[in-house]
């Protein structure tokens, strides 16, 4: 057997966490940005569909370069977004429903507007205020490290002095070689522990700590700001310094009661490495990044559940399993057309080719009904169970990912997995707010929108039947074995067999059909569905 069940069944080893994007959910003060008040009166409709726990994108004060990645006040919550208050009553609201709330925690990088960075550049070098961030003084670039968003990693500011920012420079990198960074950021892990939050989805957790004295990338030219696996850690990544810090916060959740948990969004490969997070005394869990990027091919999803499970069996871990979350192009969209590694790329625009949205939408459903049988973690990306598509012709003029602007439009950035949820047909934003929605929503999303999808064979329909069905089969703490069917990719979780067909002809499966992707209850699986069938 490839992966043994396990006895844990808590929620962060075999639940289904859903997560929110707050300015896209649901509006409820009419300004088209969605809020805390909007989320808890979508938390119904998340009991309905059957998850356990929610995950939260920031939702803090911030100028919001960044959809919220760019935190100016990390222990409060945005006008934007609402009030502390608000946050309570969504907490207390999400309890009584019986979910668990994860909140982001964004510490490789604070906002330029943070009052840290503020005060660092108006101190003088050398200052304990500037030891927060990373500034050189020298004339030219201080090293040739690049930003994940284009451009270099470095700004000048006027005085000559330069600051680091992997992300948009709107994102200065906190130094965590100083005690006091950390010092800061366990005082904000025990604001929200007090608050009641069940966990922490950590941004960025492998880039915390550099290599001393900042040296070159030693192959930026083939990686960027990126990293070859086999090859050596370039400096901004994977640093062993990092782990002493998780540890610490490990003990500080493992202090609360009930029991609280992190999940490290570390992109890190090979997995027998990302594993390295997950340790007993680290990490819960951490995201899934090769699962991810498997992007729907029957080998790359083998090898990739394979060393899922080697990986993070060895450390007690639970494997976690995503196919969408606000970085990445909609897979709905994504399987409807070559569009690249997901984590590579980003956004689909009208001078792109088009995805094949019907080819799309059956095979992402068919791959999230595989994954939901998988034993571990599972995540969903608010709308996919609505069967959204990327918005892949969004005008330009509306786009707001600082990719886009700092590569020149060169990249069109994220914004259109980001597009706001269809509820109803209420209004001009199909329920989402009152006012005019912060992006516009394609017209297919009039058709998608939650209420309307009330037929058995909706999507909706199918996500809630099959997280119905994980859960009264126990899978998400469940076992895996293959099996083998030519042409397709199967697997055995307790006594429900899960098939997928990667070829282009009809297989013929023999077993009480659970559940089917396309609907079907006949004993011929057709191309690109996936079915549940008990002995
Ligand atoms: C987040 C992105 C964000 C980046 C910088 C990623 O992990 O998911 O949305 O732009 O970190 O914070």
Not at 143 to 153: I, K
């Amino acid at each position: 057997m490839i992966h043994k069940p396990t006895a844990g069944n808590q929620w962060w080893r075999s639940g289904v966490i859903y997560q929110i994007y707050p300015r896209s959910f649901l509006d409820a003060s009419g300004d088209g940005i969605g809020d805390l008040p909007g989320i808890i009166k979508g938390l119904p409709a998340l009991v309905d569909l059957g998850v356990d726990a929610v995950w939260l994108s920031p939702f803090y004060q911030s100028p919001q370069k960044d959809g919220g990645y760019d935190v100016s006040d990390y222990c409060s919550v945005d006008a934007l977004f609402g009030t502390l208050a608000d946050f309570d009553h969504l907490v207390a609201e999400a309890h009584n429903l019986g979910l668990k709330v994860m909140i982001d925690l964004v510490p490789n990088h604070t906002s330029d507007q943070h009052p840290w960075f503020q005060r660092a550049i108006s101190s003088p070098p050398g200052s304990k205020e500037r030891d927060f961030y990373h500034f050189r003084y020298e004339e030219d670039l201080p090293n040739n490290w690049v930003s994940l968003f284009g451009g270099p990693a470095w700004t000048k500011l006027t005085d000559g002095s330069w600051y680091l920012h992997l992300f948009d420079s709107s994102q200065p990198d906190l130094n965590w070689n100083n005690p006091e960074v950390r010092k800061e950021f366990e005082k904000i892990l025990r604001f929200w522990l007090d608050r009641g939050v069940d966990g922490f989805r950590v941004d960025q957790p492998h880039a915390m700590a550099k290599a001393e004295g900042l040296p070159d990338h030693p192959y930026v030219e083939e990686a960027g700001a990126g990293f070859i696996e086999g090859r050596e850690s370039p400096p901004m990544w994977f640093q062993e310094e990092v782990h002493d810090i998780f540890r610490r916060w490990r003990k500080i959740l493992d202090s609360y009661s009930p029991e609280r948990a992190m999940c490290g969004e570390a992109y890190v490969l090979p997995l027998s490495f990302m594993a390295k997070w997950v340790r007993p005394d680290e990490f819960h869990q951490t995201f899934n990044f090769r699962f991810l990027d498997a992007d729907w091919s029957l080998e790359r999803i083998r090898s990739a559940i394979n060393e899922s499970f080697a990986a993070f069996d060895a450390v007690s871990a639970p494997s976690t399993w995503v196919l969408n979350n606000h970085d990445v192009i909609r897979h709905a969209s994504r399987f409807g057309g070559g569009y690249g590694r997901p984590t590579a790329s980003d956004g689909i625009s009208s001078k792109d080719p088009q995805p094949d949205s019907q080819l799309g939408l059956q095979k992402a459903r068919a791959a999230t009904l595989f994954m939901l049988a998988l034993p571990g973690v599972s995540y969903l990306y608010q709308g996919e169970e609505l069967g959204l598509p990327e918005h892949s012709t969004l005008e330009d003029s509306r786009r707001q990912d600082p990719t886009f602007f700092r590569t020149g439009g060169k990249r069109v950035g994220r914004d259109g997995c980001r597009v706001p949820l269809p509820w109803d047909n209420s209004n001009g934003s199909n329920g989402f707010s009152d006012g005019d929605p912060w992006l516009p929503q394609p017209e297919i999303f009039k058709e998608l929108a939650r209420a309307n999808q009330t037929a058995p064979n909706s999507t909706l329909q199918l996500y809630k039947k099959a997280l119905k069905l994980r859960k009264e089969l126990s899978l998400g703490n469940g076992g895996f074995d293959w099996l083998e069917i030519p042409g397709a990719l199967g697997f055995q979780n307790r006594n429900v067999k899960v098939v997928h067909n990667f070829s282009d002809a009809p297989i013929s499966i023999d077993g009480t059909v659970l559940i089917n992707s396309s609907g079907n209850a006949t004993d011929l699986l057709e191309p690109n569905d996936t079915v549940w069938l008990s002995d």
